[in-house]
């Protein structure tokens, strides 16, 4: 007969949700730590807009998130800085903003 194996595909589930979570928060402290969560609230409240470099060092951190989150299976040394963008780097990348 069928014999029901523990742990298995619903085990690696359980380890990619974790990844991704850790993944998401990594984000999240990186984006905090370079201040865009208080230059995005002062954009809202007051209009001026934040800076390209912080906007763009912002879409890389969302795009280094979404992009984590896919391989398969997730390394284990993620919040090491070779897998995220800096915000030093950002800058070069002002042009992608402009809207053609």
Known sequence: MFRVIEGGLSQSKTIAQNGRSQIEAEGQRRLREAGVDRSLAREKLTGVAMPNSLRV??????????????????????????YWPTYDKAAPFEAALIKR
């Not at 060092?57 to 795009?63: A, P, T």
């Open 57 to 82: 060092f912002m879409l890389q951190v969302e795009f280094a998130m979404e992009a984590l989150s896919k391989l398969s299976p997730i390394p284990m040394n993620i919040m090491d800085d070779g």
